[in-house]
């Protein structure tokens, strides 16, 4: 059954809507959806290595736009959605006491946490709710999501093929491992 979810997603990945659907999970990913565009973006660049930067291009720049969205919840409906989705990521209490580190390390806060797959919502939220330099959050979002999406891109056009064999051979350990590992950071962000 894996075997066939790969080969369907693979097969996905290689059409032309992939990049519509993959834009698409990117943007709601910055702001309520808890699905890393990662999902889609790796079989994407996979099945066709050549186009690895496009679709990083796309990512970041949905990424971006989305984020937009997540400040906006942040700053004009933070008691009901933002609230909402604190609840459902994150705590509040983690939440208060990110706004108290926020104030002196904003920038910095945004680029780490947009170059990670641990929520990157709460930082746009965070923003919205804090009334963040709009230009900055801009330029923190667009290096952060940037960086991240284009390392992506340019291992595996250089290394895709070797990945690709390596997934194939192993795909049950390195889906277990990926579901182990989306586990444990959704735990360490919702308990640590």
Not at 15 to 30: R, T
Not at 76 to 86: A, D, E, R, T, W
């Amino acid at each position: 059954m894996l075997r066939r979810l790969y080969d369907w997603v693979i097969s996905h990945a290689e059409q032309p809507y992939a990049v519509w659907l993959m834009g698409a999970i990117s943007f709601a990913e910055s702001s309520f959806l808890p699905l890393p565009p990662d999902v889609l973006l790796v079989p994407m660049m996979l099945a066709q290595r050549q186009r690895a930067i496009w679709y990083a291009t796309v990512a970041t720049v949905t990424s971006v736009v989305g984020g937009y969205l997540g400040y906006a919840i942040g700053h004009f409906l933070y008691q009901s959605v933002g609230l909402f989705l604190i609840e459902h990521f994150w705590t509040v209490a983690k939440f208060e006491h990110a706004k108290e580190l926020f104030a002196a390390n904003a920038f910095w806060l945004i680029v780490a946490k947009g170059l990670t797959p641990i929520p990157y919502k709460i930082v746009t939220i965070l923003c919205g709710v804090m009334d963040y330099d709009l230009l900055k959050f801009t330029v923190a979002s667009v290096l952060a999501r940037g960086v991240r999406f284009y390392v992506e891109a340019v291992l595996l056009y250089f290394y895709g093929e070797q990945v690709r064999d390596f997934i194939e051979k192993r795909l049950v350990w390195v889906t277990s491992g990926l579901f182990v590992a989306l586990v444990v950071l959704f735990a360490m962000t919702k308990f640590v």
